[in-house]
C-alpha cells in the first residue's frame, strides 16, 4: 500500500475554534442562545463585514489547547502518513497558527498552507485522504482525494450525502484500515 498522503482542515475537526468564538461571544457580547442557534442562525445574519471582523479575531485562534483525540490521531498518523494542514484562516494569522503547532508539538508543523482554494492545494501536494467540516470544501476536494466532512451542526443537511465522519477515531479507523 501506498503512503498516505493526509490533508488537514484545521479549525472544526482540529481547534475548537468554534467553541473559542462562542464562548467569547457570550463573555464579550452576553449572546445567550445555544451554541447551535449561534452558529446556525446569529452568525449567518450578520453582515459580511461583521463575519470577516469575527473570522480575523486573533483570540479565538489561540486559547484552545488541543483536545486529546487530536493528539493521539495526528500521533498516530504521523507514523502512516505524510501529514498537511489546510486551512482558510487568514493569512495575517498565520503565526499564531504556527506558534500555536510549536507550543503543541503538532507534527509536520511547517506542511502549513492557508487558502481557501483546497482542492488546487490537494492536487498540487498528491493528497490521498482530506477531512474538512464545509461541505462545499469536501465536494470539490473528492474529485482528487478521498474527501470526509467532519460532522457539525452547520453540516447536518449533507452528512447523509458525503462520506461523514463523527470524531477523529472513526476517520483514524475509516482511512487506516
Known amino acids: 500500500m501506498n503512503r498516505i498522503i493526509l490533508a488537514l482542515d484545521i ?20 449572546y445567550q442562545g445555544t451554541y447551535e442557534d449561534f452558529w446556525l442562525d446569529y452568525i449567518p445574519n450578520l453582515s459580511k463585514e461583521r463575519q470577516d471582523y469575527i473570522v480575523n479575531l486573533p483570540i479565538p485562534y489561540e486559547t484552545q489547547v488541543p483536545r486529546q483525540c487530536v493528539m493521539d490521531f495526528l500521533n498516530y ?4 502518513a505524510d501529514i498537511y494542514y489546510i486551512t482558510h484562516r487568514p493569512i495575517e494569522l498565520e503565526r499564531i497558527t504556527r506558534k ?27 493528497v490521498t485522504h482530506f477531512l474538512d467540516d464545509f461541505a462545499s470544501q469536501v465536494e470539490k476536494v473528492s474529485a482528487v482525494a478521498d474527501a470526509y466532512l467532519f460532522a457539525k451542526p452547520w453540516n447536518r443537511e449533507y452528512q447523509d450525502t458525503l462520506k461523514t465522519v463523527y470524531s477523529l477515531k472513526e476517520f483514524r479507523e475509516r482511512i487506516f484500515t
Open 100 to 126: 500555536y503547532f510549536k507550543r503543541y508539538d503538532f507534527p509536520y508543523p511547517d506542511n502549513l498552507f492557508m487558502t481557501g482554494d483546497k482542492v488546487t492545494c490537494c492536487r498540487y501536494l498528491g
Open 77 to 80: 498518523a504521523k507514523e502512516r
Open 11 to 30: 479549525d472544526g475537526p482540529l481547534y475548537s475554534w468554534h467553541e473559542a468564538v462562542y464562548t467569547l461571544w457570550q463573555y464579550e457580547q452576553n
